[in-house]
T-cell receptor, first 113, second 110 residues
Framework: NAGVTQTPKFQVLKTGQSMTLQCAQD?????MYWYRQDPGMGLRLIYY???????DKGEVPNGYNVSRLNKREFSLRLESAAPSQTSVYFC????????????FGPGTRLTVL | AQRVTQPEKLLSVFKGAPVELKCNYS??????LFWYVQYSRQRLQLLLR??SRESIKGFTADLNKGETSFHLKKPFAQEEDSAMYYC????????????FGQGTTLQVKP
């Protein structure tokens, strides 16, 4: 099992460009999460999907959209990237609600110039 | 609102010295607390959770509800313990959401 995978690993964008970060898990997990990691701020939840077909905002959703494409895949889209979105993005999943150990992907390092 | 605070950005100790990484939380209900670790060039992974009351890699953490703390301790630090450590709180089994502290970098010097 690959666990949680994320693509791309690195990306550089110019202000105003759009892109989609991909996340997939092969563990048959129900719930998936997107975080951003910034120095001195820890990990902050952007969006989550408690189950296939549902998505909800987290702590810092502005400037982002998500799609739970199917049970395996949960993508994060930046419609018009801003320098403030320069960060490391992590995807995570859990088997189901009530099971709170999150399994993380390797991260995507995004720079917006 | 729920909150997790890790007051130290960086903790630097010598090999063999005791280590204590501090974590305080604010939540009025019964939280579930975790410690996650991120080694260099590796993904974030669970180190331990308070419910398990176990020792992993020599680390222990006790939930102190009176002081709302969940400090991570190890009696003798090893160089391979150098990493970023995050304390996290789960308060909602309906969503599985976690709130993370700011993180503490542990540096163990030879």
């Amino acid at each position: 099992n690959a666990g949680v995978t994320q693509t791309p690993k690195f990306q550089v964008l110019k202000t105003g460009q759009s892109m989609t970060l991909q996340c997939a898990q092969d563990m048959n997990h129900n719930s998936m999460y997107w975080y951003r990691q910034d120095p001195g701020m820890g990990l902050r939840l952007i969006y989550y999907s408690a189950s296939e077909g549902t998505t909800d905002k987290g702590e810092v959703p502005n400037g982002y959209n998500v799609s739970r494409l199917n049970k395996r895949e949960f993508s994060l889209r930046l419609e018009s990237a801003a320098p403030s979105q320069t960060s490391v993005y992590f995807c995570a999943s859990i088997p189901g609600l009530g099971y709170n150990e999150q399994f993380f992907g390797p991260g995507t390092r995004l720079t917006v110039l | 609102a729920q909150r997790v605070t890790q007051p130290e950005k960086l903790l630097s100790v010598f090999k063999g010295a005791p280590v204590e990484l501090k974590c305080n939380y604010s939540y009025s209900g019964s939280p579930e607390l975790f410690w996650y670790v991120q080694y260099s060039r590796q993904r974030l992974q669970l180190l331990l959770r308070h419910i398990s009351r176990e020792s992993i890699k020599g680390f222990t953490a006790d939930l102190n509800k009176g002081e709302t703390s969940f400090h991570l301790k190890k009696p003798f630090a090893q160089e391979e313990d150098s990493a970023m450590y995050y304390c996290a709180l789960s308060w909602s089994s309906n969503t599985g959401k976690l709130i993370f502290g700011q993180g503490t970098t542990l540096q163990v010097k030879p």
